[in-house]
């Protein structure tokens, strides 16, 4: 019996003394956690990499848009060799009033100076730009059969595209080479322009740690076909036309050098077409054999057809897609011309061009002078 009690005394203080144990165990561990967690210094959260939104390349979109600008401007400069002044001395040479039938075939050339500044408005995404071109253009056409005349002229230009609310600039070289031809029947006359145009394009974006800089080519493309009605009375005329304009213009895809996060961007194609209507009003006069020739122009503009391809822009792992922009709907031509022929064979003369769109302005200048033999 005294050996039961002292092995149940027994079990009942190693059972207390395992209790214990097993409680300062537990004890143990969670000091040593919560001094682990205290001691673990937290992970920052990963920064989101910069936004990219439409307006990364507004330069870009804005170098689609001029692209077009300029093989349009070209076409209707050559769709004008038709008209006006031509047409004039094409059916009364040297102001004499003698017949058309009376003259062979005559050849021309003519070298012109231009410059034109534009300014577009906000539109979406794109922030609105100021551009300026200055170019020459030489040409040389001939009157192969009464009534029928052909020319080629070439058309060198630059640009400078500022877009200073998204801080980017770009600038484009451009040759354009164009084909005339225009076929006089009475008092109608139908003139055709072919246009290829070929260069590059250079942009810069200031990232705020640096500039990123890209190159990328340009090429458009474009038609215009014109019917015109010349009415003359004494030394005035009127010259109701019509015409109809294609372009098409394409710009290369581009890589970014430079700068923080640059990116890069599939190439993009604008498709146009246009219909122009309006009509032209001059008046002749003729001192000491020399003709001076003052006329004015205007045209309503309706932009049929205005197509433009998906632009992808990447940046790292991200990217966006978006579309150009383009003109408003409807718009305005308007201009004027002053030409003083100082010999049959040589005359000088200056044009004014204005282009009128909701969020366009552009206005260009040129002076030329054009020799015949």
């Known amino acids: ?71 349009s401007s070209f076409l209707e400069r050559l769709g004008n060799q038709s008209n006006g002044i031509n047409r004039l001395q094409r059916t009364n040479p040297g102001g004499g009033g003698a017949s058309e039938s009376t003259e062979g075939p005559r050849y021309r050339t003519w070298f012109e100076g231009y410059g034109n500044t534009t300014k577009n408005g906000a539109v979406g995404d794109f922030v609105g730009d ?44 451009l040759t354009q080479i164009g084909f005339t031809a225009s076929v006089d029947r009475g008092p109608w006359t139908w003139a055709s322009a072919v246009v290829h145009g070929f260069g590059n394009i250079n942009s810069r974006r200031d990232t705020g740690l640096g500039i990123a800089a890209a190159g990328y080519s340009a090429r458009l493309d474009g038609v215009l076909s014109e019917i015109s009605y010349y009415w003359t009375r004494d030394q005035v005329r009127i010259v109701p036309k019509g015409a109809f304009e294609y372009v098409q213009a394409r710009t290369g895809s581009l890589q970014e050098i430079g700068g923080l996060d640059p990116v890069t961007a599939t190439g993009a194609t604008v498709q146009r077409g246009r219909l122009l209507i309006g009509a032209e009003v001059g008046h002749y006069w003729i001192f000491d054999g020399k003709v001076l020739d003052l006329s004015g122009y205007g045209k309503f503009v309706d932009n049929l057809v205005q197509n433009f391809s998906d632009i992808t822009v990447s940046q790292g792992v991200q990217s966006i897609t978006f579309q150009g922009i383009g003109e408003s709907r409807y718009g305005a031509d308007a201009g004027a011309s002053a030409s003083l022929s100082l010999t049959n064979s040589a005359r000088v003369y200056v044009n004014y061009d204005a282009k009128l769109r909701a969020a366009m302005q552009s206005h260009q200048g040129t002076l030329g002078l054009e020799l015949k033999w």
């Open 1 to 71: 019996m005294r050996c039961s009690s002292r092995l149940s005394r027994a079990r009942k203080i190693g059972t207390g003394a395992f209790a214990r144990l097993v409680a300062i165990a537990v004890v143990l561990v969670a000091v040593m956690s919560a001094a682990q967690a205290q001691s673990t210094t937290p992970t920052p959260p990963t920064p989101p990499a910069p936004e990219m939104t439409p307006m990364t390349v507004n330069s870009m979109v804005s170098s689609n848009a001029a692209l077009a600008n300029l093989g």
């Open 130 to 173: 100021n551009r300026k071109t200055w170019g020459g253009v030489a040409g040389i056409g001939a009157r192969v059969a009464p009534g029928v005349n052909v020319g080629l002229s070439v058309d060198q230009s630059r640009s400078a595209i500022d877009i200073p609310l998204a801080l980017q600039s770009a600038t484009i070289d």
